[in-house]
């Protein structure tokens, strides 16, 4: 079975633009979560979604949002990008013995 | 919110030596996983360990949940061992990992 799928792999953007990056879960799980990750630190929590609805928010600006498709995959928007949102995004899916994380999307804002 | 700790926040090693890494949380928890984190960024689930110990090859992991606390053990370390070790926790009804800073891992050869 294929794992937690994110794309893109790498991202170079303008501060001021829009990005969007997508995730695919585990096949039979329903729940995929959000998190950034900057240089040196562990990843923050930012969003979670399960059956397409919000089940819980970090502590990120309106910026940021999320939505989930009725096939689970998710996608995370971040609008009116600054140069603090330079990191990697990682998005994990779930279903009852832990969190499964892909390999991350590294957004570079320039 | 939870509090995660996690000690040392970094370790040199020859190759072949063991080592213990703790994490120390702050309340009750429902999930505690560890994961290694390897040069490239990938976040790769070591252990789903709530509570009680689990073995895997070289490595193993105790939670103790009435103390707060979690260690993971690394026996016969490999240069591929290197990278940062994470501990994350995931409170009761909170539908979030709240990870430590991490124990940044060198393995020399």
């Known amino acids: 079975d294929a794992g937690v799928t994110q794309s893109p792999t790498h991202l170079i953007k303008t501060r001021g633009q829009h990005v969007t990056l997508r995730c695919s879960p585990i096949?039979?799980?329903?729940?995929v979560s959000w998190y950034q990750q900057v240089l040196g630190q562990g990843p923050q929590f930012i969003f979670q979604?399960?059956?397409?609805?919000?089940?819980g928010r970090g502590n990120f600006p309106d910026r940021f949002s999320a939505r989930q498709f009725p096939n689970y995959s998710s996608e995370l928007n971040v609008n009116a990008l600054l140069l603090g949102d330079s990191a990697l995004y990682l998005c994990?899916?779930?279903?009852?013995?832990?969190?499964?994380f892909g390999s991350g999307t590294r957004l570079t804002v320039v | 919110g939870i509090q995660v700790e996690q000690s040392p926040p970094d370790l040199i090693l020859q190759e072949g030596a063991n080592s213990t890494l703790r994490c120390n949380f702050s309340?009750?928890?429902?999930?505690l996983q560890w994961f290694h984190q390897n040069p490239w960024g990938q976040l790769i689930n070591l252990f789903y360990?709530?509570?009680g110990t689990k073995q895997n090859g070289r490595l193993s992991a105790t939670t103790v949940a009435t103390e707060r606390y979690s260690l993971l053990y690394i026996s016969s370390s490999q240069t591929t061992d290197s990278g940062v070790y994470f501990c994350?926790?995931?409170?009761?009804?909170?539908?979030?990992?709240?990870f430590g800073s991490g124990t940044r891992l060198l393995v020399r050869p």
């Open positions: 994990a899916s779930s279903l009852y013995t832990g969190y499964t």
């Open positions: 096949s039979g799980h329903k729940s």
């Open positions: 979604y399960y059956e397409k609805e919000e089940r």
């Open positions: 309340d009750s928890v429902n999930n």
């Open positions: 360990i709530p509570s």
């Open positions: 994350a926790v995931e409170g009761d009804s909170s539908y979030k990992l709240i």
